[in-house]
């Protein structure tokens, strides 16, 4: 499943509402933006992933490694 240029493994569940809306998680949201910005800018995906590494940023998966 491809959602929004990010890759989402099928078995991973996205957090839901009582409605079936997804939940925004605004932290993980300003993540996604300064990503998305960055790569407008010119930043190669591995120099971007390098910072978010240096920052202590973790994946979705919760894993340090980029």
Not at 5 to 30: M, S, T, V
Not at 39 to 58: F, N, R, T, V
């Amino acid at each position: 499943m491809l959602i929004v240029g990010i890759k989402i493994k099928k078995k991973q569940r996205l957090p839901k509402d009582d409605e079936g809306n997804l939940i925004i998680d605004p932290e993980q949201a300003e993540v996604v933006k300064c990503i998305y910005r960055e790569y407008l800018e010119g930043y190669s995906m591995d120099k971007i992933a390098k910072g978010l590494e240096a920052d202590g940023i973790l994946t979705g998966a919760g894993k340090t490694k980029w």
